[in-house]
């Protein structure tokens, strides 16, 4: 009898140490399993809200900027104008990204961006004269992945001066602008950028003489990006 109860005692020992080793297995795999993946793109996404992955590597749609710019236009005494109408000028604009990253694997891959520019400035030569003027602009950016993104814009707007006679003959008139230039990300969220456009000037025909004032442009200032 002593001998029957002594291997009922030893098989209870051995199984109860079965169930404590497989409870323990148990555990460990719940503690070792691996940690999913999260896509690079997905984590710049939602650190800034402005990058689909790195810095360069194109916009989030709705990413939003602010530009501060300062610069001087030469004036061309060409395409209609009498006289060289040199100007100082400031502008501030607010942009915002619209539509998907067009292009993704194509050289021209970028992003189309809407900004509305408020500019104004002096005229200092041939003479002293005011201009202020409001102006829509689309641009493309293009996605290098580097920190320089360069750009194509053109705007068409309203402009209020006191240029006169003999080129323009209103204080209202028109304003024309188209050119380029490029980013510089200083860090992800803030560039400078520098760049140049043709700037035109005219009535578009509402008064007399239309002659228009004509210059090249450029601009140097800081963009932030949100």
Known sequence: ????????????????????????????????????????????????GIWLGAVGEGFQRGAQSLAVQFGAAAGLAAFGSEQA???ALASISYGRVVGPLYGEDRWFRGNLETRLELFGGAQFSPGRAWLV??????????????HWMPFLDGGLGVTATSIGLPDLSSIFEFNLQGGGGCHWFLRDDLALTIEA?????????ISRPNQGVNSVMGMLGLTWFF
Do not use: C, W
């Open 1 to 48: 009898m002593a001998a029957g109860k002594g291997r009922v005692t030893g098989k209870r020992k051995l199984s109860r140490l079965f169930v404590l080793a497989a409870m323990s297995l148990g555990f460990r795999g719940a503690d070792a399993q691996e940690p999913v993946a999260v896509p690079q793109s997905a984590v710049g996404s939602q650190t800034n």
């Open 85 to 87: 109408h040199d100007l």
């Open 133 to 146: 003027g409001l102006s829509p602009h689309l641009r493309y950016i293009f996605a290098t992945g580097t």
């Open 197 to 205: 456009r043709y700037l035109h000037v005219s009535s578009a025909g």
